[in-house]
C-alpha cells in the first residue's frame, strides 16, 4: 500500500512538473512573439518616417502637375474656402492665377468609379469654359476603366462651352457629348458626374463672384468719372 502510495505521489510529482514546464515553454514563446512583434513594429515606424516625406512629396508634385494640365494658363493657385452647401464630391477649390490676374479654378472632385473612388481635377476659366481635366488617382480595371486618364477619354473635355456634358455610348453628335469608354460605362459616368458637378458649382458660386467683382470695378470707375 506505501508502495502505491508513493508510486502516486511520484506521478503527480511529474505532472506538476510537467504543466510547469509548460507554462515556461508557453511564457517563452509569449515573450518570444512579443519581442519579434515589438521589433517589427518599431522598424515599420521607421520606415513610415523615412518614406512620410518622400511620399508627401511626390503627392504634391502630381497634383500640382494635374492643377498645371486643367488649366495650363495658370502660374499658381491659391486656396478658396468651399461654400458649406456644395456637392460632397468637391473636396478642393483654388483660385488659378497669372500673376496678380485671376484665369480661372481648378476644382478637385472624388467621385465614385466601379473599382473605388476618382480624384479627378478640372480647369474652368475666368468665362466658365472647361478647360481641361486631369484625373489624379483612381482604382478601375486595367484595359478598361483605367484609360480614363488617356487623352483619347479625357482629352474630350477640354476646351469646352457646355454648361452640363451628357454621355454617350456612340461618336458624339452635339457639341455637350462625351463618347463612353467601351465597356466601362460606369467610370466613364463617374468622370462625368465630377466635371459637371464642377460645372454647377462655377455658376452656383465662383460666376456670382467674378460678376460682382466686375460690377464694383465698374462702380469705382464710375465715381473716378464723377466732377468734383
Not at 457639341?175 to 462625368?192: K, L, R, W
Request: with cysteine; glycine share 10%; net charge negative.
Amino acid at each position: 500500500m506505501a508502495a502505491s502510495d508513493g508510486q502516486a505521489l511520484s506521478f503527480n510529482d511529474g505532472e506538476t512538473e510537467n504543466r510547469a514546464e509548460n507554462k515556461k515553454k508557453i511564457l517563452r514563446l509569449g515573450l518570444i512573439l512579443f519581442t519579434v512583434a515589438a521589433i517589427t513594429g518599431i522598424i515599420l515606424g521607421i520606415v513610415y518616417q523615412i518614406t512620410l516625406e518622400p511620399i508627401r512629396e511626390t503627392q504634391e508634385r502630381l497634383r500640382g502637375a494635374a492643377l498645371s494640365g486643367a488649366l495650363p494658363e495658370a502660374k499658381s493657385f491659391s486656396l478658396v474656402e468651399i461654400v458649406p452647401d456644395a456637392d460632397p464630391m468637391i473636396v478642393d477649390v483654388q483660385e488659378a492665377l497669372d500673376g496678380d490676374q485671376l484665369v480661372g479654378y481648378c476644382l478637385t472632385l472624388t467621385s465614385k468609379g466601379y473599382g473605388g473612388p476618382l480624384e479627378i481635377v478640372v480647369g474652368i476659366t475666368e468665362t466658365g469654359k472647361l478647360r481641361a481635366i486631369r484625373i489624379l488617382s483612381h482604382s478601375e480595371t486595367p484595359g478598361l476603366g483605367a484609360k480614363a486618364p488617356l487623352p483619347v477619354f479625357s482629352g474630350q473635355y477640354e476646351n469646352r462651352e457646355a454648361e452640363k456634358l451628357i454621355l454617350v455610348k456612340t461618336a458624339p453628335e452635339r457639341d455637350n457629348e462625351v463618347q463612353a469608354i467601351s465597356g466601362a460605362t460606369i467610370t466613364s459616368t463617374a468622370v462625368t458626374d465630377g466635371v459637371n458637378a464642377a460645372l454647377d458649382y462655377w455658376r452656383n458660386h465662383l460666376k456670382t463672384t467674378l460678376r460682382e467683382g466686375t460690377e464694383d470695378e465698374e462702380e469705382e470707375e464710375g465715381t473716378e468719372d464723377e466732377p468734383f
